[in-house]
């Protein structure tokens, strides 16, 4: 269990790409149940760096990039990636580069070790989505000290266990900075940021020890019906082909949300669509009141949603819930994922976010948080009261 700022970060809970998860699967056992050593920043691998991209370019006219833990002077392995980034024919590199290092790659890799580093050449086309998505992270961890500083607490808590834990922390990290800020979210985040719902950059308060730079708020968001109707219809796109019969919604904003896009949906797919609300009771199970309403539900397809998600704790128990009234869901949908976790319940359940803002990544312990430390004054607009 990773103890990071005030969370715990439980492995199988760790965001994975699908492609991620098949190549781990086909990665040998032996090499993913080997120890990894965790090193601190050793800044003589730079000085190795240089040497090799200046060797590489007094022959070949080439961009060599330095990427991976020991440019961003973070703890790591004690390897150093470089890159050379091109969509042409690649034969007329790899000759050139066989000649400066005296050897040939293995699949458009050269790897070779000096004083104590593990060196990678690799070239390959920055076009590619997994290199772009690389590109991305590194760019986004050199800019931004904060999430730098937490990648590294992420990867030092691996030091002395399995690769295969290793390799997990890092592509979970990896998989939630690319979904904060890929093209989608970012534009999507703007958009409420503009109208004062969604907030970055700032010091809130999120719980009685726990502090974040980053917030939403729901009620804000209602408040705008222009915006409101924009992010109703976004979801609604999303599941227009899923052919949904009732749209559930989680009292209390979800029940408001539900009603939005249940309207939405029977306009664009010309069939009338039921909103109904689902309530908590005393004992902290969910429940439908209405008889005519549960005997409705029998082999519906059913949308589920909440204006947020932060654990998926409370989507597993309505889905329980509702087990007792026969119905199908396909589909899970909410205005803000706190957690950038997925919920993962069944292969045949769709969920989609219109924001995500993951509190993983930017929250911290009040006494190690860094606003705290520069003397920032909280933002009293977001998050919990004093």
Request: charged content about 30%; aromatic content about 12%; overall charge positive.
């Amino acid at each position: 269990m990773i103890k990071n700022f005030g969370f715990d970060i439980i492995l199988k809970h760790k965001v994975l790409t699908k492609t991620q998860k098949e190549y781990l699967e086909n990665l040998p056992q032996k090499l993913l149940q080997k120890k990894v050593k965790v090193f601190k920043y050793d800044p003589h691998g730079k000085i190795i760096a240089q040497k090799i991209i200046q060797k590489i370019q007094r022959i070949l006219p080439v961009k060599v990039h330095y990427m991976g833990s020991s440019a961003l002077e973070i703890s790591g392995m004690k390897d150093i990636d470089l890159f050379i980034f091109t969509n042409q024919i690649k034969d007329k590199y790899i000759k050139k580069i066989n000649q400066i290092l005296g050897f040939k790659p293995i699949k458009d890799k050269w790897r070779w070790k000096e004083d104590g580093f593990k060196i990678t050449l690799k070239i390959t086309n920055p076009n590619d989505q997994k290199r772009k998505e690389q590109i991305l992270f590194f760019k986004i961890l050199k800019r931004n000290p904060f999430l730098r500083k937490k990648y590294e607490e992420y990867k030092s808590f691996t030091n002395d266990k399995t690769y295969k834990e290793y390799l997990y922390t890092k592509m979970d990290f990896f998989s939630r900075v690319v979904k904060i800020f890929n093209k989608d979210n970012q534009r999507n985040f703007m958009y409420l940021k503009r109208i004062g719902v969604a907030i970055n950059n700032s010091h809130i308060r999120l719980g009685p020890n726990l502090h974040t730079s980053q917030s939403f708020c729901t009620e804000k968001l209602f408040k705008h019906k222009k915006q409101t109707l924009y992010v109703t219809q976004k979801i609604t796109h999303k599941y227009k082909k899923n052919n949904i019969h009732v749209v559930i919604g989680i009292v209390k904003n979800g029940d408001v949300l539900a009603h939005k896009i249940a309207q939405s949906l029977s306009i664009i797919t010309n069939k009338k669509v039921l909103p109904i609300s689902i309530k908590k009771d005393a004992k902290d199970n969910f429940f439908i009141k209405n008889k005519e309403l549960q005997k409705l539900l029998h082999n519906k397809n059913i949308l589920l949603v909440d204006d947020t998600i932060k654990t998926g704790k409370t989507f597993i128990k309505v889905i329980k819930s509702l087990e007792k009234y026969k119905a199908k869901i396909v589909g899970i949908a909410v205005i803000c994922a706190r957690n950038n976790i997925p919920v993962s319940i069944s292969d045949t359940i769709k969920f989609y976010s219109f924001l995500t803002q993951d509190d993983y990544l930017f929250s911290y312990k009040k006494n190690k948080c860094p606003y705290c430390k520069i003397k920032t004054p909280l933002n009293k607009n977001f998050g919990f009261p004093k």
